[in-house]
């Protein structure tokens, strides 16, 4: 077998974001042929070989921005010194396919309260990592929740050592009380989510921002914060509000 | 059987039952250990049975602020096997529930019971204790603490008063520079009460160990730490010379004993063998996938509506079988399959061993696979049954079904419910198995006659409609 493969598994255990690549074809001399993989890793380190030289380099940026964009491509390289845009100085020309493996998202529900555990327990029916988190540790006393919820009790702030945060996480403000998010958004805003939204009326969060901005927020991370969160499907209970806040995060997660 | 069945709603009333017992009372969560002994006539003058298998605030795996993590009293091996949180740090845990009985069997036996129990067979057990788990015992007066090594007292006895229910167990989590094992060995794969099992688990400085816990079970009356291998490892690199050495201690710190499944030379050999390859394990950077992420629990519940309770008058049992709503007086001491042969005349599910060994018995109970030879007639109440007459639509069989007929995986048929059972429920879970997968979804169940080919092959071969 393929080592690349059982190193690959590895990677996607231990939640690595890693791009497999692979020679898909090839004709002429090149310097390794078709069914050649490499890895690559988010912090460029690969592991394996499409062929060394020009070639892997460039294939190596490219993988680096199919992680960034979650997008598959198909890359077409000449190794004929004549051609303009030649990758190296063997004679022929390669195809690589570069494929970057993606993580399951993350919802990241901050607050266990109704809206929260709505959030829950409907996306619990999608592909989704659920991890619920709330600073009373005895939130879900006496309630039902599905197995799949990891519930983690901490304060807001600590979140980021507990939970790996990617671009694959897809954060959910939906906590009872306007301090708690002035004292754990700044934590979170240091992290490189995908989406942070917040729950709240126009004023809750007029108030939320501008304690932030005095604590020493920027304002261009504090307005990375969606807020109202959800889209506007005139929500009232919480399951319809839990609707319209993954109505969003579907939206956001397709959009690319 | 027992005189008085509560079906318990929440803790507080648990307690409360507890303080205010009069005979012999028996609380049951999943079963799978006292319903073998029920059925075994053993209790015979058991007074009341306290069913907590519906408690939700009991039902719970979760992280605090100090990084413990909690599993409740009623949190199931199954649930265990797929808990992201345990997975990333309680590894060792995770392989210990894999290793114990059968997918249907997992989804009812309950972590807690297994300490509860005491067998120093347990599974759990040695990786609990090398964790350091703490265990909540909570009565009417009050909640206290006790380290799991302090929990046992002699054989099968544990520091429990009578009126005490073990609340959950928690322990810190492993961090970045601790790594664990366990390993165990039994008759067989599946199914299998340990001869013996060990769990090793290692802190690191660098790469010289700071920290070594080595527990073994099965060897004694209780689960015990191997104290010199624990000393001998710690300030040493785990290379092949200290692996070979620590385990020939751990051997030596054992002092097995003889009994009906190895005798004590046997014993030593083994747990040498078995601390070795826990330490080998610990140098493979492949352990993970050692175990699936998403393991064959035969197990589909969609479990978020919640759980339905209340009007439990102590004998009349509501139940929908086979999509049918039944209200049945009478028949809340006995078991769930007898509930189904003697009072409603669903004859399809057998009595093969009626301790949870062989699968014949096999029914659905709220979408998991589970033997009905161990769950009491009343965990019916309020609860969704199928059995095998419930399968297939519109009086057609189900395509299982034609497929054991067409591969003749079929002699005397009195295990073949079960396996039907099992298959539908794998394909429900998985509908395009690896032979893998297939085998570890029928380990719960076993065929004298046909032999496991042919059944493999018809549910390889299942055409979907
Ligand atoms: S497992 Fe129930 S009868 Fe054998
Ligand atoms: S067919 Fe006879 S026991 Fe399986």
């Not at chain 1, 394996?48 to 060394?52: A, D, E, H, L, P």
């Not at chain 1, 004929?80 to 004679?91: K, L, S």
């Not at chain 2, 053993?42 to 058991?46: I, P």
């Not at chain 2, 008759?187 to 199914?191: D, G, M, P, V």
């Given at each position: 077998m393929d080592t690349i493969y059982l190193e690959l598994a590895q990677a996607l255990e231990a939640r690595k974001p890693v791009c497999l690549c692979v020679v898909a074809d090839s004709s002429g001399s090149v310097p390794r042929p078709a069914g050649s993989k490499m890895l690559v890793y988010a912090d460029g380190l690969t592991s394996?070989?499409?062929?060394?030289g020009g070639l892997e380099s460039e294939v190596i940026n490219q993988a680096l921005e199919a992680m960034r964009l979650g997008k598959t491509k198909l890359l077409e390289y000449s190794m004929?010194?004549?051609?303009?845009?030649?990758?190296?100085?063997?004679?022929g020309w390669v195809i690589v396919y570069i494929e970057p493996q993606l993580e399951q998202p993350t919802l990241l529900i901050l607050g266990a309260g109704h809206v929260g555990l709505a959030v829950a327990k409907i996306a619990s029916l999608m592909d989704f990592r659920i991890i619920l988190n709330d600073?009373?540790?005895?939130?879900?006393?006496n309630l039902s929740v599905p197995d799949k919820v990891e519930f983690i009790a901490c304060d807001m702030a600590d979140l980021p050592n507990k939970v790996k945060i990617t671009p694959q996480t897809f954060i959910i403000g939906v906590s009872r009380d306007a301090q708690l998010d002035i004292d754990g958004f700044p934590a979170l805003l240091e992290t490189d989510f995908a989406y942070f939204g917040a729950i709240g009326s126009r004023n809750r969060w007029i108030h939320t921002k501008d304690a932030m901005l005095e604590a020493g927020v920027l304002p261009e991370k504090a307005d990375q914060i969606k807020s109202?969160?959800?889209?506007?499907?005139h929500a009232i209970t919480p399951d319809e509000i839990a609707i319209s806040i993954l109505a969003e995060v579907i939206q956001h997660m397709h959009k690319k | 059987m027992w005189k008085h069945y509560h079906i318990v709603e929440t803790s507080e009333q648990l307690a409360e039952l507890l303080a205010t017992q009069e005979g012999p009372t028996k609380i049951i969560a999943g079963g799978t250990d006292l319903m073998v002994e029920i059925n075994n006539e053993?209790?015979?003058?058991?007074d009341t049975v306290l069913d907590i298998s519906r408690v939700v605030a009991l039902d719970k795996i979760w992280q605090d602020k100090e990084n413990n993590l909690h599993i409740g009293a009623i949190v199931t091996h199954n649930d265990v096997l797929h808990s992201r949180l345990l997975r990333d740090a309680a590894f060792p845990l995770v392989q210990a529930c894999y290793t114990v009985a059968s997918p249907a069997l997992r989804n009812r036996a309950t972590v807690v019971g297994n300490l509860v129990t005491?067998?120093?067979?347990?599974?759990t057990i040695p990786t609990l204790m090398a964790l350091d788990a703490k265990l909540v015992l909570a009565s009417v007066r009050g909640e206290r603490i006790v380290p799991l090594s302090e929990f046992?007292?002699?054989?099968?006895?544990?520091?429990?008063?009578?009126?005490?229910?073990?609340?959950e167990v928690f322990f810190k989590g492993l961090t970045a520079n601790q790594r664990g094992s366990f390993r165990k060995q039994g008759?067989?794969?599946?199914?299998a009460i340990s001869i013996l099992n060990c769990c090793v688990l290692l802190s690191f400085e660098e790469d010289v160990i700071s920290d070594a816990k080595v527990t073994m079970g099965s060897v004694g009356p209780v689960v015990m730490h191997a104290p010199s291998a624990e000393a001998f490892l710690i300030?040493?690199?785990?290379?092949d010379t200290v692996i070979d050495e620590a385990s020939r201690i751990a051997a030596s710190d054992a002092k097995a004993i003889s009994d009906i499944r190895g005798s004590k030379e046997f014993r030593d050999y083994m747990m040498k063998e078995l601390v070795f390859e826990a330490l080998h394990d610990i140098t493979?950077?492949?352990?993970?996938?050692?175990?699936?992420?998403?393991?064959?629990?035969l197990n589909t519940k969609d479990d978020w509506s919640g759980v339905k309770q209340g009007e439990w008058d102590g004998d009349t049992i509501r139940t929908t079988v086979n999509g049918e709503e039944y209200i049945l007086t009478g028949?809340?001491?006995?078991s769930l399959l007898h509930l189904l042969?003697?009072?409603?005349?669903?004859?399809?599910s057998k009595p093969g061993c009626?301790?949870?060994?062989?699968?014949?018995c096999m029914v659905f109970l709220d979408g998991r696979a589970v033997?009905?030879?161990?769950?009491?007639?009343?965990?019916?109440?309020?609860a969704n049954i199928t059995t095998i007459?419930?399968?297939?639509?519109?009086g057609q069989l189900d395509p299982v079904q034609i497929s054991f007929i067409e591969h003749a995986?079929?002699?005397?048929?009195?295990c073949t419910p079960g396996f039907v059972m099992a298959a539908v429920k794998l394909l429900q879970e998985d509908p395009n198995p690896t032979r893998e997968q297939i085998m570890a979804g029928l380990s719960g169940n076993l065929c004298r006659?046909?032999?496991y080919t042919k059944i493999i092959e018809a549910i390889e071969d299942v055409k979907h409609p």
């Open positions: 394996g070989s499409v062929g060394g004929n010194p004549n051609d303009e845009n030649a990758v190296g100085v063997c004679g600073d009373r540790e005895d939130a879900l006393e109202p969160i959800g889209l506007r499907i | 053993k209790w015979q003058n058991l005491a067998s120093p067979a347990n599974d046992y007292k002699g054989y099968r006895q544990t520091a429990l008063e009578k009126d005490e229910y073990v609340k008759l067989r794969k599946a199914q300030g040493k690199v785990l290379d493979r950077d492949d352990l993970r996938q050692s175990i699936p992420r998403k393991p064959i629990s028949a809340s001491k006995m042969r003697d009072k409603l005349g669903l004859t399809g009626e301790e949870g060994e062989c699968g014949a033997v009905s030879c161990l769950i009491p007639a009343a965990r019916a109440h309020q007459e419930g399968l297939g639509e519109n995986a079929v002699q005397c048929g009195y006659c046909t032999g």
